[in-house]
C-alpha cells in the first residue's frame, strides 16, 4: 500500500476493512437478535448485555433501540432489586445513562430505585433532573414533590416567613457581633439566614454546619445569591462531629442555634451545646470570669412553660372513647393506645409528645389550670447543661382552676435570645411555632381523674433524660367540693364514654396511630359499613334463594319431583368479605358479626392481628369466620386475589382516602383487579368517589408554601430557592379551622367511579362562580364516599379521621364577585393537579375527556 500505514493519524478514526466492518455489522444484528429472544424467555440480564454490545458497537442504532433497551433495564432492575443486588441495580442504570444522559424516563426511573432504597437527597437530584429535561413529565413531577416534602420540611417556609422571628434573632446577633462577638458557629443552619446575620453585622468569621445534605446545598445556593461565598464557611456535618483544628481552625466565640422543636429539646439542642462548649466555644463568662474573652450562646435561656387543657379533638385522637363501634364491643379485651406516651423508653417507635396549633385546634380547647413554668435552661451554663440529662425526674403539683374534662397538658417555651431580646412559642402568641402535646393516657388515671374541678390538683412529672423533655399526667387529688350540678352532670356524661383501663385483668397492649384512634371513635363511620354491608348481604342471601328456587323447581321438574320438596336445608356458602383498608380497621369484624360472613382482614402488624382476635373472641366471631389475609398470600403485592380457586368475594372493602386528604396511591388500579374477583352482584366499597372543591383565599396556605418574597427574611435572598421546593397540594388540611375567605360555593370537580368505571375521565374543566371579591390562592378539596346509592360518608364531617387536601395556585388569581373561574382538574395515578384561569367571556369551560 504505497505511502499507507497501518498506524491510525491521530485525531482520525481509524479506518476499518469492509470485512471487519461487515463482521461487525454480523454480530450487532446477532446481538440484537439475541436480546430479543432473551426478552421473550424473560432472561432480562443476558438481554440486557446483549443491548449494551449493541450500542458499543453501533452508537447509530441508540434511536432504534432506545425502547425496547429502556424496558430490559427496567425489567432487569426490578430483577435485581428483588434479589437485593444494590450495587448491579445502581451499575446498569449508571452504564444506561452513560448512553443517554438525557433520558429524562431513566433519569427518573432510576430516582424511584433511589427512594426506595432510602437515599432520598440522590433521588431527589435525579427526579429534578428528568423535570428540567421534561417539565410536564407527569411522573417525575410527581415524584419530585413526593421527596421534596420529605427533605425540606415544610415548617422552613413558616419559619422564613416569620418576620418578627428573624427580626429578633437579627437583633440578637448584631448585638453581640458589636460586643465583641467575632467568630461565630451557626449550628443547624438550614438555608443559612443566622449566618449571614452574623456576617452582615460585621463578624470576622463566619462558620456554619448542617446535617442535612438537602439543606446543606440550599444554604451554599443561598449563600452565593446573597454573595456572601467566601465569607461563610459552610460544612455538611452534625456539629457533635465537629473538631479543631480538623473543621474550624480555633473556638469560637459565638454560638447561634435554633435547634429546637415545639418540645424545646426534640432537635437536641442540649448535646449539641454541651459538645459545643466543650470542644468548639471560647470558656463562657462563668469559667473565666471576664465577659470580654468569653463564649456566648444565643439564644442565651429558654423558659418552658405548661398549661392543663380540656380538648375534645386530643381526646378523640389520643383515647378511646367508644365502648362499641358498628356492633363490636370494644370495651375490656384489648388495650387500645396511642403512640405518644409519657413513658415511651428510647428505642420505641412511641414519642412523649406530639404537636398542635393550640389556636387553630378543631372545635378549641379550654384552660384548666393557669400557664405554670415547668423548668428553665441557661445555655451559657455548661454545667448545668451537662447535669440537666442526669437529673431525677421531679413531681409539681399544679392547682385545677376550671372544671372540666383532663385531656392533656399542652407546653410552650419562651426562648430568650439574650437579656433583652426573647421569642415565646405560646399559644396565644402569632408565630410559626405549634405547641406540644401531652396527651393524657386511660391508664395512667383512674376514670374520676378525668374530671376535674377547682381545688383538685394535677400531681406531674417532669423529666429530661434523653433528648426529651417529657410532662407526665401521674394522677389528680381531689379535693374540689361537688358543686356545679349541671356542669357535673354534663362532664359525667362525657366521662361515662371514656374508657379504662383499670382494675382489670391485664390486656395486651395494641397501639394505634393516633389517626386510627380517631377512626375507632368515629362511630358514623363504622355503623354506615355495617348498613351498607348489611345490605349487600341481604341482597345477595335474596338472589342466592331465588336462585336456589329456580334451580329445585327445575331440578324438581326435570326429575319429575314435587315443587315442595325443598333442597335448602343445605346451609348456603357463606359469603367472603375482604377488607383492604390501611392501617388498624375493625371492619373485617362487622362484617363477620353479620353472620354467614366469612371476613378477611388485611391488617398486618402481629399486635393489631392479636388485637383483632382476642376482640373477634369477644365478640362471639368464630376463629375461622376471621382470617388474616396477608398471612395466606405469598407475597403481599398479590393483595387481591380469590379467597380460594372456586370461590369470589362479595365485597372487597378498599380504603379510598388516605387519613392526608388525598386518594389513595393505585386506587384505580386496585379496583380494577377487585372488579374481576367479585362474584356476580358483589360490591366494592366504596362503589364511587366524588370530589368537591371550592376556591379560597388563604394566607396562611401561601405562607406554609413558599417563602413570601425577600421582605420576610429582611431582605436577604432566600425566596428562590427554597421556593423549588415548593409543593402544589398540601395536605392534612383543616378546612374548618384554615383561616381563610370562602370565594365560593363548594363545587363537585371529580367523580371517580370504582364499580363501573367507563363514565371516569382523565381530566375535567369546571366553572366556578365567584361569590365574594378576593385573591383565589388556593382550592382546598374533599370527598363524598358513596358506598351505594344511599350511603354515602363525607371526609369532611365533623370528627371524621380524615382530613382534606388543598391545591396551591401557580399564581393567585385576583377576582371579583360574579365572576367565574375556570378550573382544570386531572387526575394521574390516583394524583390530583389542579390548574386555574379566569374565564373569559366566550371561554366556554365544561367537561372534556
Ligand atoms: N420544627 C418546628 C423544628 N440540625 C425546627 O437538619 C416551627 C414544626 C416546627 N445540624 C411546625 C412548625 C414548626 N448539627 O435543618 C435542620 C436540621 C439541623 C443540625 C447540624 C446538629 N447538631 C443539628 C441539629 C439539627 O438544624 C436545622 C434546624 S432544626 C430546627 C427544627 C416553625 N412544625
Not at 474573652?293 to 383515647?319: K, N, S, Y
Not at 356524661?493 to 390486656?507: D, E, H, V
Request: aromatic share 8%; hydrophobic share 40%; with cysteine.
Amino acid at each position: 500500500m504505497p505511502g499507507g500505514s497501518t498506524r491510525p493519524h491521530r485525531g482520525r478514526r481509524p479506518r476499518r476493512s469492509a470485512g471487519a466492518q461487515a463482521a461487525r455489522n454480523e454480530l450487532v444484528s446477532q446481538s440484537l437478535e439475541s436480546a430479543q429472544q432473551c426478552l421473550v424467555n424473560q432472561d432480562y440480564g443476558t438481554a440486557f448485555a446483549h443491548y449494551l454490545l449493541v450500542l458499543s458497537l453501533a452508537p447509530a442504532l441508540k434511536d432504534f433501540v432506545k425502547e425496547s433497551f429502556r424496558f430490559t433495564l427496567f425489567q432487569w432492575a426490578n430483577v435485581l432489586g428483588s434479589l437485593s443486588r444494590v450495587q448491579d441495580l445502581f451499575d446498569c442504570y449508571e452504564q444506561a445513562l452513560d448512553l443517554f444522559p438525557d433520558d429524562e424516563v431513566i433519569l427518573n426511573s432510576m430516582g424511584e430505585h433511589l427512594f426506595r432504597m432510602g437515599f432520598k437527597d440522590e433521588a431527589a437530584g435525579h427526579f429534578y433532573k428528568a423535570l428540567k429535561l421534561k417539565p410536564d413529565f407527569t411522573e417525575a413531577k410527581e415524584n419530585f414533590y413526593r421527596v421534596a416534602n420529605w427533605l425540606v420540611e415544610r415548617w422552613h417556609f413558616l419559619m422564613l416567613n416569620d418576620k418578627k422571628r428573624n427580626v429578633k434573632y437579627q437583633e440578637a446577633i448584631q448585638k453581640a457581633v458589636k460586643a465583641g462577638c467575632d467568630t461565630v458557629l451557626d449550628i443547624g443552619t438550614g438555608t443559612g439566614l443566622l449566618s449571614m446575620f452574623a456576617k452582615k453585622a460585621g463578624a470576622s468569621k463566619v462558620y456554619a454546619c448542617e446535617l442535612s445534605k438537602t439543606m446543606y446545598e440550599l444554604a451554599c445556593e443561598v449563600v452565593s445569591a446573597n454573595k456572601m461565598e467566601g465569607e461563610i464557611d459552610i460544612m455538611h456535618i452534625k456539629s457533635l462531629d465537629m473538631e479543631i483544628p480538623k473543621h474550624i481552625p480555633s473556638r469560637v466565640s459565638l454560638v447561634v442555634t435554633e435547634t429546637v422543636d415545639a418540645g424545646l429539646f426534640g432537635e437536641g439542642i442540649v448535646e449539641s451545646l454541651v459538645h459545643a462548649w466543650k470542644h468548639l466555644l471560647l470558656p463562657s463568662q462563668g469559667q473565666t470570669g471576664c465577659s470580654s474573652q468569653a463564649g456566648r450562646v444565643i439564644p442565651a435561656m429558654a423558659t418552658v412553660f405548661g398549661m392543663a387543657v380540656e380538648c375534645p379533638e386530643i381526646r378523640r385522637h389520643h383515647r378511646v372513647g367508644v365502648q362499641q363501634v358498628g356492633g363490636v364491643c370494644l370495651e375490656g379485651a384489648v388495650c387500645l393506645h396511642g403512640p405518644v406516651n409519657y413513658n415511651s423508653d428510647n428505642g420505641d417507635s412511641e414519642e412523649p409528645y406530639t404537636t398542635e396549633r393550640m389556636s387553630r385546634v378543631p372545635g378549641g380547647y379550654t384552660p384548666l389550670s393557669e400557664p405554670f413554668q415547668v423548668m428553665t435552661v441557661n445555655f451559657n451554663e455548661p454545667e448545668e447543661l451537662e447535669g440537666l440529662c442526669c437529673q431525677k425526674p421531679c413531681r409539681i403539683t399544679v392547682p385545677v382552676s376550671k372544671s372540666g374534662i383532663f385531656d392533656a397538658i399542652i407546653s410552650w417555651f419562651v426562648l430568650h435570645l439574650d437579656d433583652e431580646i426573647s421569642l415565646s412559642t405560646g399559644p396565644e402568641e402569632e408565630t410559626c411555632w405549634e405547641q406540644a402535646v401531652y396527651p393524657v393516657h386511660n391508664s395512667l388515671l383512674n376514670k374520676s381523674e378525668f374530671l376535674v374541678q377547682p381545688k383538685d390538683s394535677f400531681i406531674l412529672e417532669v423529666s429530661c433524660q434523653d433528648t426529651y423533655l417529657r410532662i407526665g399526667s401521674i394522677s389528680v387529688i381531689k379535693e374540689g367540693p361537688l358543686t356545679d350540678v349541671d356542669n357535673e352532670a354534663k362532664l359525667c356524661s362525657a366521662l361515662a364514654g371514656l374508657q379504662t383501663t383499670q382494675a382489670r385483668t391485664p390486656q395486651p397492649p395494641c397501639t394505634l396511630e393516633s389517626s386510627e384512634i380517631a377512626l375507632l371513635n368515629n362511630l358514623h363511620y363504622h355503623d354506615v359499613f355495617k348498613r351498607a354491608l348489611g345490605k349487600l348481604v341481604s341482597s345477595l342471601r335474596a338472589r342466592c334463594e331465588s336462585q336456589s328456587r329456580t334451580l329445585d323447581a327445575n331440578s324438581s321438574r326435570d326429575c319429575g319431583k314435587s315443587q315442595t320438596e325443598p333442597r335448602s336445608n343445605v346451609t348456603p356458602d357463606p359469603l367472603y368479605v375482604l377488607d383492604v383498608s390501611e392501617g388498624f380497621s375493625v371492619l373485617s369484624l362487622i362484617a363477620a358479626k353479620l353472620g354467614r360472613v366469612k371476613a378477611y382482614s388485611s391488617v398486618e402488624k402481629e399486635q393489631h392481628q392479636t388485637a383483632l382476635k382476642i376482640l373477634a373472641e369477644a365478640n362471639g366471631v368464630s376463629k375461622e369466620m376471621l382470617q388474616f389475609w396477608m398471612s395466606h398470600l405469598e407475597e403481599d403485592t398479590a393483595i387481591l386475589q380469590r379467597p380460594a380457586t372456586d370461590k369470589l368475594w362479595s365485597a372487597v372493602i378498599l380504603d379510598c382516602v388516605e387519613t392526608s386528604g388525598l386518594i389513595r396511591e393505585e386506587l384505580l388500579e386496585k379496583a380494577a383487579l377487585a372488579r374481576c374477583l367479585l362474584e356476580p352482584g358483589g360490591r366494592i366499597f366504596p362503589g364511587r368517589i366524588v370530589m368537591y372543591g371550592m376556591l379560597v383565599d388563604s394566607d396562611v396556605l401561601l405562607q406554609e408554601s413558599a417563602v413570601q418574597g425577600p421582605e420576610p427574611t429582611l431582605g436577604l435572598r432566600v425566596a428562590p430557592s427554597i421556593n423549588r421546593f415548593t409543593v402544589p397540594v398540601h395536605i392534612f388540611v383543616d378546612l374548618t379551622t384554615l383561616p381563610s375567605v370562602h370565594l365560593s360555593q363548594p363545587v363537585e370537580l371529580f367523580s371517580l367511579d370504582l364499580m363501573y368505571p367507563g363514565s371516569n375521565c382523565r381530566s375535567r374543566e369546571v366553572t366556578v362562580q365567584v361569590c365574594a371579591p378576593g385573591r383565589v390562592t388556593a382550592v382546598p378539596f374533599w370527598y363524598d364516599v358513596h358506598l351505594d346509592d344511599e350511603i354515602c360518608l363525607s371526609t369532611l364531617a365533623k370528627d371524621s379521621h380524615w382530613k382534606q387536601a388543598a391545591a396551591l395556585l401557580n399564581e393567585p388569581i385576583q377576582v371579583r364577585e360574579g365572576d367565574h373561574v375556570v378550573l382544570c382538574v386531572c387526575h394521574h395515578k390516583s394524583s390530583i393537579s389542579i390548574t386555574a384561569r379566569r374565564q373569559e367571556t366566550g371561554d366556554p369551560g365544561g367537561a372534556f375527556q
